[in-house]
Structures are given as structure tokens and as C-alpha cells.
T-cell receptor, first 113, second 109 residues
């Protein structure tokens, strides 16, 4: 079974630009979560989608948004990039079961200059 | 108080020894607990999940859960240099996982 696939793996953007990251979950997994990881803050929850609906949102500004498509693939968008948005963005998927663990993709390393 | 707390380490153990990693959480209603391993520059990899009090063993790994004391631990027996990584404790809260900051483990050969 293929794992969680995130594209692109690396991105370099300039302040003020916007970026879209993509995530394809494990086949059959309908929940997709996004996390931001930085050395100072660790893993911070961004949002979680299930059946194209955002069920949970972390404490991030409105510049961070996401969506999920009918095939469970998800995208997250960051507008008006700031230097502090430089981070590893991780997507994780899980089956419908509430107690199931998350399985992470390889992440997208975003550098904002 | 952070929701999930871990000692950042580094925890250094000699090869072949038992590494003991600890985690405490604040939400007494939490029911699902997980340990992830993260190598430098890589994404977190699930090692163990535990849902009820007591011990759960999987190969060289044992997870221990004590809900009354609100702590979770991970024991790694016969530690190997390849176990050197950051170990993340995670607690499920609703539909999201809340992570601790992670403990750096170094296994010296």
C-alpha cells in the first residue's frame, strides 16, 4: 500500500508570495491532517479534514487555509508568506476510526526568503 | 502548562542498554496515545499506539500507560545506534493529535 504522498518536497518562496502544498492520503484513508514543524515550536496542528469538511482548526492566522477533494486528496495554501512561515509542513492521514493513529508523509520543506 | 510534556534530553545510553522515555499529559479525558520516532530531516514514523492502562510490547519496544498518573512511557530494550532519533509522544484530543516537543535519544556504540 502506498504511503502518504506530499508534493513538492522542497519549495523556496519570497515574502509576500503564496504557496500551495498537496497531499495524497493512504488509499482508503478519509481523514487528512496538516501540521507545521519548526525547531522552536515543534509540531503544531494546522487543520484536519474529513469528507471534504474541515473538522478542526489550529491556532494559525487566516493566511493558512486548506481544502479536501472528493477523492480525499488535500491541499493547503499559505498566502502573503512571511519569513516565519519557513518550516516543514507535514500531512498525515488516518482511517475513519477515531482512535486510529496518523501516518505522515515525507513533508514539504518550505523556505521563505 | 503544556498539554503534552517531554524531557527534551538528550538522553544518552550505551548500546545494548534500556532507554526509558517519559511523557505526561494534562487532559485527563485522553484515551489514545502514540509514540513516533523522527530521524533528523525525516517525517515522524509511528512506533507504538496504546489505549488502555498497562504495558504493550512490540519487539524491542514497550509502551506503558498510567491514566491515573497521566503519563505514558516508552522503553527501548537492547538499544542500537540506529535508535538514535527524536521520540515524540502524542495524545489524541478530539480529531487531532497533540505532540510533545520530543526527546532526543543518543545511543553510543
Amino acid at each position: 500500500k502506498a504511503g502518504v504522498t506530499q508534493t513538492p518536497r522542497y519549495l523556496i518562496k519570497t515574502r509576500g508570495q503564496q504557496v500551495t502544498l498537496s497531499c495524497s492520503p493512504i488509499s482508503g484513508h478519509r481523514s487528512v491532517s496538516w501540521y507545521q514543524q519548526t525547531p522552536g515550536q515543534g509540531l503544531q496542528f494546522l487543520f484536519e479534514y474529513f469528507s471534504e469538511t474541515q473538522r478542526n482548526k489550529g491556532n494559525f492566522p487566516g493566511r493558512f487555509s486548506g481544502r479536501q477533494f472528493s477523492n480525499s486528496r488535500s491541499e493547503m495554501n499559505v498566502s502573503t508568506l512571511e519569513l516565519g512561515d519557513s518550516a516543514l509542513y507535514l500531512c498525515a492521514s488516518s482511517p475513519i476510526t477515531g482512535d486510529a493513529p496518523l501516518h505522515f508523509g515525507n513533508g514539504t520543506r518550505l523556505t521563505v526568503t | 502548562q503544556k498539554e503534552v510534556e517531554q524531557n527534551s534530553g538528550p538522553l544518552s545510553v550505551p548500546e545494548g542498554a534500556i532507554a526509558s522515555l517519559n511523557c505526561t499529559y494534562s487532559d485527563r479525558g485522553s484515551q489514545s496515545f502514540f509514540w513516533y520516532r523522527q530521524y533528523s530531516g525525516k517525517s515522524p514514523e509511528l512506533i507504538m499506539s496504546i489505549y488502555s492502562n498497562g504495558d504493550k510490547e512490540d519487539g524491542r519496544f514497550t509502551a506503558q500507560l498510567n491514566k491515573a498518573s497521566q503519563y505514558v512511557s516508552l522503553l527501548i530494550r537492547d538499544s542500537q545506534p540506529s535508535d538514535s532519533a527524536t521520540y515524540l509522544c502524542a495524545v489524541k484530543r478530539g480529531n487531532k493529535l497533540v505532540f510533545g516537543a520530543g526527546t532526543i535519544l543518543r545511543v553510543k556504540s
